[in-house]
């Protein structure tokens, strides 16, 4: 089986499309836990790789990882001992111990029994609202999204942080984008073309409505930052991309570069899964539509530029409506 996964990857390699990979056992499960609401060990940490280290992107409220006090945007300089990347995290969680060596300290996590989906969470930095939203994957992002966003107060800023997320449901980025504008996708293959159109909570696949949350009143596109990092793949680019071009001023570095592309996702018989773009993204002209999303605002996030600075792009996001707030 070693040596076919080999062939496999030197395939999946040779094809030359970055939204074509091959994931081992141990993702494809977790991948297919949150697509079906399910739950595994795990210390409720998301990641966003930085080179040689990591941040933070994402914390479950309640997980051993936020009842130890790690927050959005901590420094990682390794996972027992590893290069801190999300394959480490998983390996660490699935053997059930996970030692962090954060810039000041090191901690050690004992994995619980966690949904294997995580839902958009809700915090406040000064006089602005923060929302994270940590992926796309399964029913119910936008939904969550949409529940925070009708208890706050549309006349106060708001950040929406995307960094650690991968991807997921066109659906789920398309309705939460249509919060703050009308969110239009197109896909093609060579055989087939589908639109996708959603307003306000409503989404229509090729003019038949599909999906309906109900109108929400949120803040004005321009007093929106989203946050966003190499990480931020597929429709969290999608999402990103949608608001910038709504008038959401877009912070971090440029994204992973897949927003152009969907993908199905198959079953190996050895327990892993393979990821084969299905179909590309088109314009209104008909043409393939940018890959990346490049910020407004660039902020580079390095290991010299994080320990006592807290979040640095969260700060720079914050800063653009409350000048001098320190972000924490």
Known sequence: MDVGRAVAQDLVKGYGDRHTNLRDPQQARRTRAEMRGLSVERVGLRLVPQDTLAVVGYVRPGSPAARAGLEVGTLVRTINGEKPTSAALVVAEDAGRVTLALADRTLTLTPETLPARDLPTLRVVGDVNVVNIPSFL????????????????????????????GGGSLTECLLASSAFTEARHELATGQWKTTYVARQGALSVNGRRSVDLGAVRAAPAARVAVLVSNRTASCGEVFAANLQRAGATVVGVPTAGVRNSAVGLYDLSDGGMLSVTTSRALDASGRLVDAAVVPDRAVTVSADSLPGAGDPVLKTAVDLFVPATAAR
Not at 148 to 164: E, I
């Open 138 to 165: 399964g029913e119910g992002v936008a939904r969550g999204f949409f529940e925070l966003l009708r208890g706050l107060d549309p006349a106060r800023p708001l950040v929406v942080d995307v960094r650690a997320n």
